[in-house]
């Protein structure tokens, strides 16, 4: 079974650009969650959607909005990039939500210039 | 907001000596998982706690879950090279909160 994949791996952008990150969950999980990752640190959630809803939103300002499809596929957008965004954008699939294992995917490097 | 601390941030290990990692809520957790992040990869399941006290065992790993469910450790007997990475625990307060990750502990393994 193909497991957690997302794209692109890497981008650069510069201060004040969207991106939008993209994430393919493991078949029959229909929960996804978006992580930021600073290095040195441990992720940071961001989002949780399970079954097309919102599920759960963590610390993050407005500029930063997900979605999540019919085929439980997700979407992350970041707005008006900050130098501060630069991170690793993880994504994690799970049968049900964040009482169930996690399954990583092997993230977007996004590096704001 | 709610945290997860995690002590050691770093540690340097001899092969074939044992390594623990420690987990402190102030907060009651329902549950706490441990993941492993390999230099440059992204972070892998290792196992899930969900009883006060639970203890559970994967080859040279034992995962402890404290009576009172604030804590947890992880230790590693005889480490070894492919052990090198760094270890997080992970904390739900409850139902469908989303997982809080502790900084996570840094392990490196001198042969």
């Known amino acids: 079974d193909a497991g957690v994949t997302q794209s692109p791996t890497h981008l650069i952008k510069t201060r004040g650009q969207q991106v939008t990150l993209r994430c393919s969950p493991i078949?029959?999980?229909?929960?996804v969650s978006w992580y930021q990752q600073v290095l040195g640190q441990g992720p940071q959630f961001i989002f949780q959607?399970?079954?097309?809803?919102?599920?759960g939103r963590g610390n993050f300002p407005d500029r930063f909005s997900a979605r999540q499809f019919p085929n439980y596929s997700s979407e992350l957008n970041v707005n008006a990039l900050l130098l501060g965004d630069s991170a690793l954008y993880l994504c994690?699939?799970?049968?049900?939500?964040?009482?169930?294992?996690?399954?990583f995917g092997p993230g977007t490097r996004l590096t704001v210039t | 907001g709610q945290q997860v601390m995690q002590i050691p941030q770093y540690q340097h290990v001899q092969e074939g000596e044992d390594f623990t990692t420690y987990c402190n809520s102030s907060t009651t957790l329902s549950n706490i998982q441990w993941y492993k992040q390999r230099p440059g990869g992204h972070p892998v399941f290792l196992i899930q706690?969900?009883?006060?006290?639970e203890v559970k065992k994967q080859k040279r790993l034992t995962f402890q879950f404290g009576e009172a469910k604030k804590n947890s450790s992880l230790h590693i007997t005889a480490t070894q090279t492919t052990d090198v990475g760094t270890y997080f625990c992970a904390g739900q307060y409850s139902g469908n909160t989303p997982l809080v990750f502790g900084k996570g502990t840094r392990l490196s393994v001198i042969a």
């Open positions: 078949s029959g999980h229909k929960s």
């Open positions: 706690l969900v009883k006060s006290g």
């Open positions: 994690a699939s799970s049968l049900r939500g964040s009482s169930y294992e996690q399954y």
């Open positions: 959607y399970y079954e097309k809803e919102e599920r």
